[in-house]
């Protein structure tokens, strides 16, 4: 008799045999079964949802760029200014969130590891990018680092200017990004027992040594997703940016206004370009937060 087992369904005990478990585990599940019924609808709705917010949206913006031909795409993509624009939109989203990388794991340090005074004060301001409305926040930050400002007027005399520059766009994407540094990093060293640390300590390693080989391997894929989503959030910034960067072409613009002004000369076929490739990078930069949450995901169920 071929070796069976039991196993409780909604119509009762029905006996498994062998053969049967051989067959499933050749033939995964599409999904895992649930208590509460409901797969069908709900999947076909997050399908109509993508399709109808997300995909088709942004296909018809690849097939109206791609309308254009390689050589028309490359005309309206690669002139100098565009060239120009997305050096700075890469190259100052890649330093900002290099610098909330520094900075948010710092701020999430003393937020998990320390108390003192109006403690819920500063976890609550670290959100405020989230709620604050861009606009809002660029005019902020322009009327902060101005000549005039408080902070401008300090270092004007030391021939450093701010305001209507580059290093204003750099302010602007650290200020918005910092958040999703803070937010991701938060939740691992809560979760990073002392214990840990002490044992290192009892067995002779300093300070220096603990955070390299104990706590950094543990929060690294953290703060890689966190630096990662302010890159991507600094790609796309537009609001903040526009009122402290100056905007001078070839100079201080940045890819997301030069689609703006493309859109108000009626030029289509370069708005759509520009915004194609910006579309390639932000997709790209999404793949690699996706690899990274991946690599989490394993690196936590080896541990």
Do not use: H
């Amino acid at each position: 008799m071929a070796a069976c087992s039991t196993r409780f369904t909604s119509r009762g005990i029905r006996l498994v045999t062998a053969a049967d478990a051989r067959v499933s585990i050749r033939r995964p599940l599409l999904r895992e079964p649930s208590v509460v019924p409901g797969f069908g609808p709900t999947f076909g709705f997050t399908l109509l949802y993508l399709c109808l917010i997300v995909l088709i949206p942004l296909a018809a913006l690849v097939l109206r760029s791609a309308g254009l031909g390689l050589d028309g795409f490359l005309k309206a993509a690669a002139t100098p200014r565009a060239l120009a624009a997305y050096r700075l939109s890469f190259g100052a989203a890649a330093i900002a969130a290099a610098i909330n990388a520094g900075f948010g794991l710092l701020v999430a340090w003393v937020l998990v590891r320390y108390r003192f005074p109006m403690k819920k004060l500063v976890d609550a301001l670290v959100d405020l990018p989230f709620a604050l409305p861009t606009a809002v926040a660029g005019i902020a930050l322009t009327a902060l680092y101005s000549k005039n400002g408080w902070i401008g007027s300090l270092v004007a005399p030391l021939g450093i200017k701010i305001a209507f520059t580059q290093a204003g766009i750099l302010v602007a994407l650290v200020f918005i990004g910092l958040p999703f540094v803070v937010r991701t990093v938060e939740p691992v060293l809560q979760d990073l027992e002392p214990e840990i640390e002490d044992a290192a300590l009892s067995l002779g390693a300093n300070r220096l040594q603990i955070f390299l080989r104990v706590i950094l391997p543990a929060i690294l894929p953290a703060l890689l997703t966190g630096s990662a989503l302010a890159f991507a959030r600094g790609l796309g910034e537009y609001g903040s940016v526009i009122f402290i960067a100056g905007n001078l072409p070839m100079v201080s613009e940045i890819a997301p206004l030069l689609i703006v002004i493309k859109l108000e000369q009626y030029s289509y076929a370069g708005a759509t370009a520009i915004a194609t490739v910006m579309l390639a990078g932000s997709f790209l930069s999404l793949f690699a937060i996706n690899l990274l949450q991946r690599w989490a995901r394993r690196r936590g169920g080896a541990a």
